[in-house]
């Protein structure tokens, strides 16, 4: 239930629920469903119902147990904040994460409108990174939703990016990644739109992740946008008079 991870902006998985289902079309060619269905296929246990979606009590208490501080990805497998997860299930995974607090954690949703009307309630800590998923224009409203939250450090993961985002509204967001689709059936991702939304997190002074081009062959195609790597992250600092954890830009070519 946990693995290190080949995500590049990421170090390990956890996944306390496995299974999803697709709500918009950045989930067409999903690698988690596709991942979970060889799992299945291979006998393993926890995907023994392949990728209908599962709870995982069983993984929840995993990341106590890992003393070395890592950067994990909640829910690489699924979606935490999916209408089937139960919401007291949601807020175990939270005290989890909050009593784990030498690790920080990377929740990734596209079920923003869920999200915020729970957030209210959940126990948010600095070592909790939320992050929602926008594909296209049409989707730029869950950046909205995540705004709204408590979370102390917000990211989009504009993966698999189908089209141009322009005016991004990037007030109160603290890191942008992006990134092409690969695998089978790959859509194309033009450079324009993934340079448009790197100039635009440079005037904002948001730091900027480019994960990959993407395609079927994605180690080929590589991660290189205009002759650099963009390996920029928040960096949680902790201020010294209100104690409140703030996102600082950070550069790594």
């Known amino acids: 239930m946990a693995t290190n991870s080949t995500i590049e902006w990421t170090e390990s ?3 306390p629920v496995t299974g999803c289902t697709k709500i918009s079309p950045g989930c067409k060619h999903c690698y988690a469903e596709r991942m979970a269905k060889r799992l299945q296929a291979m006998g393993q246990r926890n995907y023994i119902n392949g990728f209908d979606l599962t709870l995982q009590p069983q993984a929840l208490e995993l990341p106590l ?3 070395k501080p890592q950067m994990i990805f909640v829910n690489s497998m699924s979606d935490l904040f999916h209408l089937d997860v139960p919401e007291e299930f949601i807020v175990q995974v939270f005290d989890v994460m909050a009593k784990a607090h030498w690790h920080r954690f990377q929740i990734l949703t596209k079920r923003s409108d869920r999200l915020a009307e729970i ?3 959940l126990p948010w800590r600095s070592n909790m990174w939320m992050g929602v998923s926008v594909e ?5 409203y869950r950046i909205d939703h995540l705004r709204q939250t408590e979370a102390h450090i917000k990211f989009l993961s504009l993966e698999p990016l189908l089209g141009p985002l322009s005016k991004l509204k990037l007030k109160k967001i603290d890191w942008v990644i992006v990134g092409g689709e690969s695998g089978p059936g790959a859509r194309p991702m033009k450079q324009e739109w993934a ?6 997190c440079i005037q904002a002074r948001v730091p900027f992740f480019f994960k990959q081009w993407g395609g079927v062959n994605k180690k080929k195609t590589g991660r290189i946008l205009e002759g650099r790597t963009w390996n920029e992250m928040p960096m949680l600092v902790q201020m010294p008079t209100t104690g409140r954890a703030v996102g600082l830009r950070i550069a790594a070519a």
Do not use: A, G, M, V
């Open 13 to 15: 998985t956890w996944n």
């Open 65 to 67: 147990r890992w003393k």
């Open 119 to 121: 957030s209210p309630r």
């Open 136 to 140: 296209s224009q049409k989707y730029t």
């Open 195 to 200: 340079r448009d939304i790197r100039d635009q």
